[in-house]
């Protein structure tokens, strides 16, 4: 598994060990001794005063900033070497921010030179107070930039379609996926709310020889049942009250490409049928229709509700179950993926850091400890979430448990006895059930793996109220 030591992130930069390394490409020794004396205390500064001597202490040194005359000798007048020096310095490293150093009546070739790659232009004479910040500024976007990058290479060996993850949970995940997308058979994907359920989805739909075809998403427990079926299948003119025209449903949409069925376990006994039906005759039929339509679109679908208990519950077809399952991809919740936990968390940090242009170095002790020790409920998407806001809550150059809005999980248990603990634990999980299922007792019950009777005897223990 990847470190969080070995992942390339602001905090772990050799720029904070070490100055920050500048390099001041100037014929006039007289301008460049003044820099490098007035900058000298903040970086490590070089001087070269052509081309060759540029390139060669920039191949040596590598510096993240470059200041650049654009006179350079053997034709100090013209700014042909000036932009030879631009080009060749950005071709070795894409990053790299060139502030172009020119005289107030020459910015015509500062703004060409920015079109060619330049971070920025500085005009003569020197203010130096000014010129630290935009020198300032360069670093910090040079160090964004390159962290960002880093991080990206490193982690490419653990990341699959927008999916992170170098877990063994995962790499099974990826291998699955890799596995599917060659073949036409149906695909069921489960997980809790928050997994990535449908960029398992799309992963499988890109991998595919439907990639150039549509994916056509849909949820099916966040659209009204009575609509439900036109969604899905289309309607007629004149079907129902309001359907003034013929329209395509997500099946027709999805031909030639695939169909993401999200929350299958929502859809009624009726509207199984009508899948059902497809997947067996690759057909449909619209909403007030006759004609058969042929429809050819691969089905993936998601459920973060166990089905064989919906299939016990005689709520979900046992027929449907196995067509739809022919291969079924489970994913992990990220409480069980070990350190991916951290290395999606860091990842996430510089992605918003960088948006959002904070200088967010990176985590505090104690946020680390959280995040690995927080069982994130909400799993990815939680974390993704806390993550945004803490980089824009962020006073710091560390991001703090508070800016994510956690707490180190075993905290409240600080100072007390075993029995306290444990009662303080029941309490919270009874509470959190009897919230979640409206105090229906029953649900309740069967929610925490008990008896009715024991659950009654537990609340009026702990003082919860019936």
């Avoid at 921010?97 to 009546?105: A, E, L, Y």
Wanted: net charge neutral.
């Amino acid at each position: 598994m990847t470190q969080y030591s070995n992942i390339p992130s602001f905090q772990s930069s050799n720029e904070e060990l070490l100055k920050r390394k500048l390099l001041i490409v100037e014929d006039d020794s007289s301008i460049a001794t003044q820099m490098k004396w007035a900058l000298a205390q903040d970086y490590e500064v070089f001087l070269a005063e052509d081309r060759p001597s540029a390139l060669e202490i920039f191949v040596k040194e590598r510096p993240s900033v470059v200041t650049l005359d654009l006179g350079l000798p053997p034709h100090p007048g013209e700014v042909r070497e000036g932009f030879e020096t631009l080009a060749e310095m950005l071709s070795e490293d894409s990053v790299l921010k060139v502030i172009v150093m020119t005289g107030q009546g020459e910015k015509d070739h500062a703004i060409k030179a920015i079109g060619e790659g330049a971070y920025d232009f500085f005009c003569k004479p020197i203010e130096i107070e000014e010129f630290k910040v935009v020198l300032n500024r360069a670093f910090y976007v040079s160090q964004l930039e390159r962290g960002h990058r880093e991080l990206q290479q490193q982690l490419s060996g653990g990341s699959f379609e927008g999916m992170l993850g170098t877990s063994a949970q995962m790499q099974e995940v990826f291998s699955s996926i890799r596995k599917v997308a060659t073949t036409e058979v149906p695909v069921l994907i489960v997980g809790e709310s928050g997994t990535g359920k449908e960029l398992v989805a799309k992963a499988i739909h890109t991998s595919s020889s439907r990639k150039r075809c549509p994916f056509i998403a849909i949820n099916c427990s966040a659209i009204p049942e009575t609509l439900l079926e036109s969604e899905l299948f289309g309607h007629e003119k004149g079907a129902f009250t309001g359907a003034h025209v013929q329209r395509k449903g997500r099946f027709e949409m999805a031909q030639g490409g695939t169909l993401f069925l999200d929350e299958i376990g929502e859809l009624s006994r009726a509207l199984q049928v009508k899948l059902l039906r497809f997947l067996q005759e690759q057909k449909i039929e619209r909403v007030g229709g006759r004609e058969s339509i042929v429809v050819d679109a691969r089905v993936l679908a998601a459920s973060n509700m166990d089905l064989n208990q919906a299939l016990k519950g005689g709520t979900f077809r046992e027929d449907l179950y196995y067509r739809l399952g022919v291969v079924t991809i489970s994913l992990p919740p990220l409480r069980e993926r070990g350190e991916d936990i951290l290395l999606l968390a860091t990842a996430e940090l510089q992605r918003y850091a960088y948006e959002n242009k904070k200088k967010i170095t990176g985590f505090t002790p104690q946020a680390i400890r959280t995040i690995q020790n927080y069982l994130w409920p909400g799993n990815v998407r939680e974390l993704e979430n806390r993550i945004k806001r803490a980089v824009i809550m962020a006073e710091g150059s560390k991001v703090t448990p508070m800016d994510l809005e956690l707490t180190s999980p075993d905290m409240k248990y600080e100072g007390r006895g075993l029995k306290e603990a444990r009662q303080t634990l029941e309490k919270a999980l009874i509470e959190k059930s009897l919230a979640k299922n409206k105090r229906n007792i029953t649900k309740v019950a069967k929610d925490l793996g008990v008896s009715r009777p024991t659950l009654y005897e537990l609340m009026e223990k702990l003082g919860i109220r019936r």
